[in-house]
């Protein structure tokens, strides 16, 4: 595995896939309703909120990707899947898209500027680094808040933050394996 920054890069990605499984696995517990259910969060539910962490990821990763028609998705509607199951595919291969970029990675490419267009105004480029350490914050952030919508169910939320101690590999191993992922 690589060291440094590419090698932070791609176990952040591999995070972000594992968590994302053990969150959505869960979540596919819920009827459509359940998951559709009002909760008290920033968004109003762990539909919402779910389907806002694919749409960030989704933009962030066209753009990482210097994708020259992501300013059009922009405007487009956050996906609206109705349950987690149809969630899942889609949020797994987003993170397959991230995960595969963040391999590619090297400690040049990684402090190069890049621009996030937004509507309207062009911000100062950030190093492509910045960039995937705001998105992985910014996906820990949502899956915090779904966390702990979830936990106001009768679905037990699952643990995610036992992803980076060697001590604890045995915990992750045969979800890793069944995402096609070695263990790390």
């Not at 309703?33 to 762990?46: G, K, N, Q, V």
């Not at 952030?141 to 169910?153: F, I, K, N, P, W």
Request: charged letters at 20%; hydrophobic letters at 40%; glycine letters at 4%.
């Amino acid at each position: 595995m690589a060291t440094g920054l590419p090698g932070h890069a791609v176990a952040m990605a591999r995070n972000n896939i594992w968590a994302n499984h053990r969150l959505l696995t869960a979540c596919k517990a819920l009827t459509p309703e359940e998951f559709a259910a009002p909760r008290t969060s920033f968004f109003p539910s762990l539909r919402a909120t779910l389907n806002h962490i694919l749409w960030v990821d989704l933009y962030y990763i066209d753009a990482l990707h210097r994708d020259p028609t992501v300013l059009r998705r922009y405007h487009d509607p956050v996906p609206d899947f109705p349950d987690a199951a149809s969630l899942y595919d889609a949020q797994i291969a987003s993170d397959r898209r991230l995960l595969a970029f963040c391999e590619r990675q090297t400690d040049e490419s990684l402090a190069e500027g890049l621009s996030l267009p937004r509507p309207n105004r062009t911000p100062p480029p950030s190093s492509v680094i910045s960039i995937l350490e705001h998105l992985f914050q910014h996906q820990t952030h949502h899956r915090g808040q779904a966390h702990a919508m979830l936990a106001g169910t009768r679905v037990k939320p699952p643990q995610l933050d036992e992803f980076f101690l060697a001590g604890e590999q045995h915990l992750r191993r045969d979800e890793l394996l069944a995402l096609g992922l070695e263990p790390s």
